[in-house]
């Protein structure tokens, strides 16, 4: 975590065992590993602002292969691979 980051502000920080563990039961809309570290998006965090009206869009770092693009619709999550997608 960085100086300035705080945690459930900025991100929400868990140990590697317990992302890997929200992996492997596919709660992130998108997930990466970066310089060691791993990161996500998990579904739940979505459906609360989809809940209180708020638009959401992801910004996957390029650097994260086989992430997921997003397209959210209000009753339905749909997944797309993107392969060396440039924004």
């Not at 992996?23 to 060691?36: D, L, M, T």
């Not at 009206?53 to 770092?61: A, H, M, R, T």
């Amino acid at each position: 975590m960085k100086s300035y980051e705080v945690d459930g502000r900025d991100y929400f920080f868990v140990s590697r065992q317990t992302m890997e563990n929200f992996i492997q039961k596919k709660k992130f809309i998108e997930f990466g590993e970066y310089r060691g570290y791993l990161y996500g998006t998990s579904k739940d965090s979505i459906k609360r602002a989809m809940k209180s009206g708020k638009i959401c869009v992801l910004k996957v770092q390029p650097e994260v292969r086989q992430s997921f693009i997003v397209v959210i619709d209000q009753n339905k999550l749909v997944q797309v691979l993107c392969y060396n997608a440039s924004f």
